[in-house]
C-alpha cells in the first residue's frame, strides 16, 4: 500500500514537472530560453518515473533497463543541447562562433 502510495507521487510529481517545462517552452520567446525548459522535462521527469518503477517493483530485471536508459538520457542530454544550441546560432548567424573569435574578422568574415 506505502509503495504504490510513493509510487503515485513519484509519478505525480513528474507529471508536474512536464507540465510545468511544457508551459516554459509555450511562453519563453526564443529558441535559447525554450531550451532551458526542456531539461526538466528531458532529465527530471525520467529520474522521478524509474524512482516510480523501483518503488514499485523493487531490484529486478525491469528496474536494472529503467536506470540504464536512464543513464543513458543523462548522458546524451547536455550532447544535445549543445547540438540543438549550435544549429539555432547557424541558422541565424550563418556560423556557430561568436564574432570577434579567433579566425574571424570583426564582420563575421573568414580571415585569410
Known sequence: MARQVLADVLLGLAVVTTLGASVGV??????????????????????????????????????????????????????????TIRAIRVRETGDWRLRGSPGRAPGGEKEH
Not at 528531458?42 to 523493487?58: E, H, N, R, S
Open 26 to 83: 509555450l511562453v519563453m520567446r526564443d529558441a535559447y530560453q525554450k531550451l532551458h525548459f526542456v531539461t526538466p522535462a528531458a532529465l527530471v521527469a525520467p529520474l522521478l518515473v524509474a524512482l516510480a518503477i523501483f518503488v514499485q517493483m523493487g531490484l529486478v530485471e525491469n528496474t536494472g533497463e529503467t536506470f540504464l536508459a536512464l543513464l543513458f538520457m543523462v548522458i546524451a542530454g547536455p550532447y544535445l543541447s549543445h547540438a
